[in-house]
């Protein structure tokens, strides 16, 4: 009898179980996507810190939109330089070695933050950002190793790929460039230092503006130990240099030289005029010369002597802008040599040579 209750009791739990095999209940919720992987990881070096920057993964990882993404979680291993240098997964991996996190404003927040309740600061998917980690002091025995990984949702979130990872050598900075000076010509200032010749380093030029701040003119990092640019005549022109160090996705920069001031001076004249061509016309001798390409060119002056020997002096009291003139002060019978010479704008004028002397007797 027991063991035919014991029979019936199973078919009915199986029949039960049937049953609820074909009932259908509501649907899962879909799993929410995970961000795309930053790929633009890099550290930045300078005296007593490191920023880290990176552009903010704009897709997700199976490169759908709206990406899917509340924060970049930043982490840190501090290690002996003469360590295996571990994988960005492993660094990532242990939530002891986080260093920060940044949060991340939603695609669809307007530029003044309405709506989102993060800062307008804080940057948005496919902007850039950055963090600077102010305890990376100098230490040669240690590497500091930086992972950033995008994180939907908050807690643990869902974690997309970790970035890269920048391993930082505690090193003191590059050494700053000695043994600037400033040369210039008639087109261009030449600055000049001691480069180092290791393979990686490079180096950035520094202008001081009218403000006394410093602006980079070089757009990346130069080769070499030397910088060329249009010279300024007569404007006050202060740089320096900067030794910056790279090695794949870390940039090392020592600090600036000491800055080198010149005002250029133009002392360069322009070319002298040629091809001087005479024609008498009537009582009157017309000169026509080819023009002189000179960019602060301010005009010709022309110059005549009497006879074979006479001495050459200023025919007209100022400059000309043409390249012809007519000298109605001519007579019969005298015969007159002619030169013409191009004239700068400089604030202490600079002359050319003369153009080769013509002569021509008047009838």
Request: aromatic share 4%.
């Amino acid at each position: 009898m027991t063991r035919l209750r014991l029979s019936a009791f199973v078919g009915v739990v199986l029949c039960v179980a049937a049953a609820a095999c074909g009932k259908k209940g509501d649907p899962l919720p879909p799993l929410r996507p995970v961000p795309a992987r930053i790929t633009d990881f890099e550290a930045i070096r300078s005296a007593g810190q490191v920023e880290l920057r990176f552009t903010v993964p704009s897709v997700n990882l199976d490169d759908t939109t709206p990406v899917a993404i509340d924060r970049v979680d930043i982490y840190a291993l501090r290690a002996p330089a003469d360590e295996p240098r571990l994988p960005a997964g492993q660094i990532a991996g242990d939530r002891d070695r986080l260093l920060t996190s940044l949060p991340v404003r939603r695609p669809e927040t307007r530029g003044d933050g309405a709506g989102s309740g993060v800062s307008a600061l804080v940057p948005a998917p496919g902007e850039r950002a950055s963090y600077v980690d102010r305890t990376a002091t100098d230490d040669p025995s240690i590497v500091v190793s930086y992972v950033a990984v995008p994180v939907a949702g908050t807690g643990r979130g869902r974690p997309g790929p970790p970035s890269a990872p920048a391993h930082v050598p505690l090193d003191p900075p590059p050494a700053a460039p000695e043994d600037l000076e400033a040369t210039w010509t008639a087109t261009e200032l030449r600055l000049s230092w001691t480069a180092d010749a290791s393979e990686n380093m490079r180096y950035r030029v520094l202008e001081r503006g009218a403000d006394g701040s410093w602006r980079a003119v070089t757009p990346e990092p130069v080769t070499g130990g030397t910088f060329d640019r249009p010279v300024r005549f007569g404007e006050e022109t202060c740089l320096a240099v900067q030794a910056v160090l790279t090695d794949g996705n870390v940039t090392s920069e020592g600090a600036p030289s000491s800055p080198v001031c010149v005002t250029p001076v133009d002392t360069y004249p322009p070319p002298a005029p040629a091809s001087l061509q005479l024609v008498q016309e009537g009582t009157a001798v017309t000169l026509i010369w080819s023009a002189v390409e000179a960019a602060d060119l301010a005009g010709y002056q022309v110059l005549r002597g009497e006879g074979p020997d006479g001495a050459m002096a200023p025919l007209t009291g100022g400059l000309l802008s043409a390249t012809t003139y007519r000298d109605t002060t001519v007579e019969p019978g005298v015969t007159y040599r002619y030169a013409v010479r191009a004239v700068d704008s400089a604030p202490a004028a600079n002359a050319s040579g003369l153009s080769p002397i013509e002569a021509i007797t008047v009838r």
